[in-house]
């Protein structure tokens, strides 16, 4: 990455070096939380005649306002004769990784759930928000400037007005790109992608993503990759033509194969997209969820890296995590996103998610709706997460068999996994 510190106009150093960076509590002067007020962080393309170059607006009180927990509404706009708006997505992406490089600045999530930090140091050195807009502003320019010619920031701390921008303006571009990846299939497109970004830390790693299987992250779909593909045709996601169907249950293609030993330089040779027990795709170390075997029940269990308690095949997701991260491929254990609970895709080659069994309740509550959709499409069950315990119910797998048999669980009459 090509950093021009010296351009940009803000008191604190910024480098990739500070994204680790983390502010306690007892060092914040700041702080911007989804779970205390609105936020938001949003690219949306203009017609070039409706923003002004380098315009920076704050809405609000900046952070010398007296309080320490205020509203942050991050509205880019931007214009070019090249820009997509699926570029938008690609661009908002980095705001975290920009606002990380701020020394004294600590952000995480993404959309309507983000949260910054800044800590007493940076602000005694000056920072303020109008210095977040100006990293923006360059950030953009310098690495995107191959498709945005314009760029405007506005910067909304004002409660009443953050709230209005979440809800009138984020949330339903968020859904307008989520309903258009819903609608697609992995039979209805010529092409997958690599993802290989996090072979920073787990050199044999590489997502393959699908219109139905995002990246393990959570944060690139097929959307994403697509334009970052063409935003950088050299970069981290390379197309994948669909060619050479080996299997098609399991999701095995010549052509998968053929990129995943490329792109990992032969430490993995096959992967399935389908399946988790026949050469599943590896795991880094950043995925949002860990599925594994459950085989009391011959199941499976998934849980979210926020659970931090015990689950029913008797580790936590640390220690699931210890055994199912650094790129290699595990069979029975596999990392992946949130959204791809409830895709049908899901561990399909294994009976798809009729064989999940157990999930923490946040994580259940949370993929409900999309869960028992698919549920009810692909088995004609309603309600099906009534039928999936979570840690309110059991932790262990003898409490689990009982649950199971109680609401007579459709993975009591499959056949055995192994
Ligand atoms: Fe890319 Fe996969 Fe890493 Fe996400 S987890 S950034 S999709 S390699
Ligand atoms: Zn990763």
Same mark, same amino acid.
């Not at 936590?316 to 596999?334: D, H, I, K, N, R």
């Given at each position: ?5 010296? !351009? ?43 923003? !002004? @170059? ?7 009180? @900046?952070?010398?306002? %007296? ?24 661009? !908002? ?15 995480? %999530? ?15 050195? %000056? ?14 320019? @310098? ?15 004002? !409660? ?26 992995? #039979? ?59 299997? #098609? ?13 490329? $792109? ?124 999936? $315990? ?11 068999? @009982? ?16």
């Amino acid at each position: 990455i090509k950093i021009k510190t010296k !351009e940009l106009p803000i008191p604190v150093a910024f480098a990739a070096a500070f994204e680790g960076e983390i502010i306690r509590k007892a060092d914040m002067h700041t702080e911007y939380w989804s779970g205390k007020n609105a936020t938001a962080e949003l690219v949306l393309m203009r017609d070039p005649s409706e923003i !002004e @170059d380098h315009k920076i607006t704050i809405l609000g009180d @900046d952070m010398d306002g %007296g309080e320490k927990n205020y509203a942050l509404c991050t509205f880019i706009e931007v214009a070019g004769a090249k820009m997509q708006a699926d570029f938008e997505s690609v661009i !908002e992406r980095k705001i975290h990784a920009w606002f990380n490089y701020m020394e004294g600045v600590m952000h995480t %999530g993404q959309r309507n759930q983000v949260r910054v930090r800044v800590s007493n140091d940076a602000f005694a050195k %000056g920072l303020r928000l109008k210095h977040f807009g100006e990293v923006l502003y360059h950030m953009i320019m @310098d690495e995107f400037d191959a498709v945005v010619d314009k760029c405007q920031v506005t910067l909304i701390t004002d !409660e009443a007005a953050a709230e209005k921008f979440r809800d009138e303006v984020a949330m339903p571009r968020y859904n307008e790109r989520d309903d258009r990846l819903l609608s697609m299939t992995d #039979e209805s497109v010529d092409r997958f992608y690599t993802c290989i970004l996090c072979q920073s830390f787990a050199p044999a790693h590489c997502c393959v993503v699908t219109p139905e299987r995002l990246g393990l992250c959570g944060a690139v779909s097929w959307l994403d990759a697509k334009a970052t593909n063409e935003l950088n045709p050299q970069g981290p996601c390379q197309p994948i033509f669909k060619e050479g169907c080996l299997d #098609e249950r399991t999701g095995r293609y010549e052509s998968v194969n053929k990129m995943i030993q490329e $792109a990992t330089h032969g430490a993995v040779e096959n992967v399935t997209l389908y399946s988790i027990l026949e050469d599943p795709m590896t795991s880094c170390g950043c995925f949002e969820c860990i599925c594994g075997i459950e085989p009391v029940s011959n199941g499976f269990i998934v849980v979210n890296r926020e659970y931090k308690g015990m689950t029913p095949v008797g580790m936590t997701f640390g220690e699931l995590a210890s055994c199912t991260g650094g790129g290699v491929q595990t069979p029975g254990y596999m990392g992946h996103g949130r959204h791809f609970i409830s895709s049908k895709k899901f561990i399909a080659a294994e009976g798809g998610i009729e064989r999940i069994v157990w999930m923490p309740k946040e994580l259940k509550d949370d993929v409900a709706e999309r869960l028992n959709r698919t549920a009810k499409e692909l088995y004609g069950i309603d309600n099906f997460t009534d039928m999936i $315990a979570d840690e309110t119910i059991c932790e262990d797998c003898e409490a689990l068999m @009982d649950f199971l048999t109680e609401k007579n669980h459709p993975v009591l009459g499959l056949e055995p996994l192994m």
